[in-house]
């Protein structure tokens, strides 16, 4: 079905746009013309790209370069879409209908806070490729429990409670991130969150928990609902968080699939302006990538 609904996108909006790929000519897509579609906005001006030359200066020659009109020269690519991390709408998002822009606000549809409406804004794409991703990031234990090793975040320890934060302060925030744990499953008791709070007893967890069958939670001190999911977290179907002014979105699968929508009262009201933390309670888990937005 997927596969229907992308030719349904290119067939009504011609591959440069629905590529973002109007600062170049798309001979097989416009008849050779430049936006002969009229689909290309403010870019109908910018020049061809010599595919031997090197537009964004990286030392990458535009025909190789993963994003040649911004300067990557590690050419990180996380989903192997062959779109790099540097100017993919969403770099952890390999589908195509997950990356095409209906709004504009250069954020992928499966990684937009609202993809019918402009204004959100992209924030942080963390994908695990060294120690230096952390840098900054406070760990609890503070004992090298916490490590980037083989493309994750590993927390190695399985029995003990651990959080680790980043390490700014941070608005309304739409979290997905990709976690794997040896237990997290039917019949465990252990858990992943993810944490946005201003004080221990002022926070918001996505949390996914197991026992009989596996849940999704909003952890809260006196508000924790919960839906049963059955599904999977991979590489394009993520765990999410997102906080907008008092509302509160948990969901596995983008924001379709085992979702909760919850509005919080009293003390949480207001802005959420606080830490972000990733929460592992007795589990080892891996996480593949933290994606974050500010929703506009």
């Not at 509005?263 to 830490?275: E, K």
Request: aromatic letters at 6%.
């Amino acid at each position: 079905m997927r596969l229907a609904a992308f030719a349904g996108l290119v067939g009504a909006f011609g591959c440069d746009r629905l590529f973002q790929l109007d600062h170049i000519d798309c001979p097989r897509c416009d008849g050779g013309a430049r936006d002969a579609s009229g689909d290309a906005g403010a870019e109908t001006d910018a020049p061809d790209l010599d595919p031997t030359g090197d537009a964004d200066g990286d030392g990458i020659s535009n025909g190789t370069d993963n994003c040649p009109a911004t300067a990557n020269n590690n050419q990180r690519d996380h989903d192997g879409d062959s779109v790099g991390d540097a100017c993919d709408p969403c770099p952890h998002l390999p589908l195509a209908v997950d990356n095409f822009d209906t709004d504009g606000d250069r954020l992928g549809d499966g990684c937009d806070p609202r993809p019918d409406m402009p204004g959100d804004a992209f924030t942080l794409f963390v994908g695990f490729y060294d120690a230096s991703d952390i840098d900054g990031w406070v760990p609890s234990p503070p004992t090298g429990e916490w490590l980037v090793t083989s493309g994750v975040l590993r927390l190695t320890a399985n029995n003990i409670v651990g959080t680790i934060e980043l390490p700014d302060m941070r608005d309304d925030l739409f979290v997905q991130l990709r976690v794997q744990g040896k237990t997290l499953g039917p019949g465990t008791i252990h858990s992943f969150a993810i944490s946005a709070g201003r004080t221990p007893q002022m926070r918001h967890d996505c949390e996914i928990s197991g026992g009989g069958t596996s849940q999704l939670r909003y952890n809260e001190p006196g508000a924790t609902p919960s839906v049963s999911w059955s599904g999977s977290l991979t590489q394009s179907n993520p765990m999410t968080l997102l906080l907008d002014g008092t509302h509160v979105i948990c969901a596995v699968g983008g924001l379709s699939s085992a979702t909760l929508d919850y509005s919080p009262a009293g003390p949480s009201t207001g802005m959420h302006m606080g830490i972000l933390g990733l929460v592992a309670t007795v589990v080892a888990v891996d996480i593949d990538y933290l994606f974050i937005a500010t929703p506009g």
